[in-house]
């Protein structure tokens, strides 16, 4: 038989409410277990005080339940039992679980994709002043999940919640105003909300307040300013922001030049498949600036790139297969053709150029292998892109 824990004298109130039935007092001494406050963490003991407040019809000893649920290791993460009590909290009237539970919808967490149904619960939560509802609101409105795009009732959900102080409603509005997306473009308006949610710690409007500092729009052009707060979202993780960090570093803008840490961060970014730091990245190895020249490791990297649909690179591809000392197998000149062909059909002309010298090169079977690898190579790139 389990031990029961020992009641510190600090909570023997609570605890002898709580045993008297008072659902409020259970729900809150599951609170204490929950996350160890006065006493050792205990979900299992939070979860039988969250559920004597649920039996009454607690909606807070429902959300805690689908709370511990949906992270709790000693208590076994189970999804299905976590939307079942979203569910009776929803049904009891618990905003933030009306919330989480079209989220669930939204993503497809233990039921199956509704965007219907979750935009259906993000309105009854956002019509309760639900800030994050009204940023999830405007973020299906404006990608045009569920329905079709409608960027100004996008716009509308983003400036509501930030007026509530929802920092990612901020940033949102923020990005909307500066590239005029549902409203008027208004950079002076997105410099403000931006350096709001920024200086919340928000990692995307640090960039962008970052990108405004470095092109002078809406605000004092100030490539020192820019760099600050493009290295404060690179801190945060931001791919974005440490792409810019890469590209602050190796221009020398706003900091001295410093090819060795534009480096280290493009393949900060690169890691989170950033292209245009994969790509920067690729141009540093392949000539040995801030790290030792490795041109197989160049084209391995803007391998990277072109499966992500560049056709740019994609073009270079096809000349790095067409030359020597640029792929670890050697020159292969139906791989070289198969690039230039995928480039090509994007109208580059560079490409169109080079698959017409390549194919003067070709016997007639191997422009029929080479236009196979082609649709191949078409298939992985649509592929990635879906993520199948």
Not at 9 to 17: D, G, P, R, W
Not at 204 to 215: D, I, K
Not at 226 to 243: N, V
């Amino acid at each position: 038989m389990r031990e029961m824990p020992l009641i510190p004298e600090s909570l023997m109130a609570l605890h002898a409410k709580a045993m008297s039935g008072d659902s409020l007092s259970q729900n809150r001494l599951g609170i204490h277990y929950h996350v160890g406050d006065l006493v050792r963490a205990d979900h299992r003991q939070a979860l039988h005080w969250y559920g004597l407040a649920a039996a009454q019809g607690n909606p807070d000893g429902c959300y805690n339940i689908a709370l511990i649920y949906g992270s709790s290791e000693s208590v076994g993460v189970d999804k299905k039992k976590q939307v079942e009590y979203y569910r009776r909290a929803y049904e009891l009237g618990h905003v933030i679980a009306t919330r989480e539970l079209g989220r669930c919808y939204q993503n497809g967490i233990a039921v199956a994709v509704d965007y219907a149904e979750a935009m259906r619960l993000y309105t009854i939560a956002s019509d309760k002043n639900d800030a994050i509802a009204k940023v999830q609101l405007g973020f299906m409105m404006q990608t045009g999940l569920g329905q079709d795009p409608d960027a100004f009732g996008a716009f509308i959900y983003y400036e509501e919640a930030a007026e509530l102080g929802e920092v990612c409603g901020m940033s949102n509005l923020a990005l909307c105003l500066y590239n005029g997306t549902g409203t008027v473009k208004d950079l002076p308006l997105a410099a403000k909300w931006a350096r709001r949610a920024a200086d919340n710690g928000n990692a995307s409007a640090q960039r962008l307040l970052g990108l405004m500092h470095q092109n002078g729009e809406g605000v004092i052009k100030d490539y020192e300013e820019a760099f600050r707060y493009f290295k404060l979202s690179a801190d945060s993780g931001y791919d974005f922001g440490q792409f810019n960090v890469g590209h602050m570093y190796e221009k020398g803008l706003g900091v001295e030049v410093n090819l060795a840490e534009a480096v280290r961060y493009y393949r900060m970014a690169s890691r989170q498949q950033n292209m245009a730091a994969t790509r920067s990245l690729a141009g540093l190895v392949d000539a040995g600036n801030g790290v030792e020249r490795d041109m197989f490791s160049a084209t391995e990297l803007y391998l990277i790139v072109g499966f992500s649909g560049d056709a740019e690179v994609q073009r270079a591809l096809a000349y790095r297969y067409e030359s020597e000392g640029y792929v670890r197998t050697g020159v292969d000149l139906v791989e070289s053709y198969a690039w230039y062909n995928i480039s090509a059909a994007s109208g580059n002309e560079g490409a169109i150029k080079g698959r017409a010298k390549v194919e003067s090169k070709l016997t007639h079977e191997q422009i029929i292998r080479a236009h196979r690898r082609s649709r191949e190579l078409l298939a992985e790139i649509e592929a990635r892109k879906t993520g199948k």
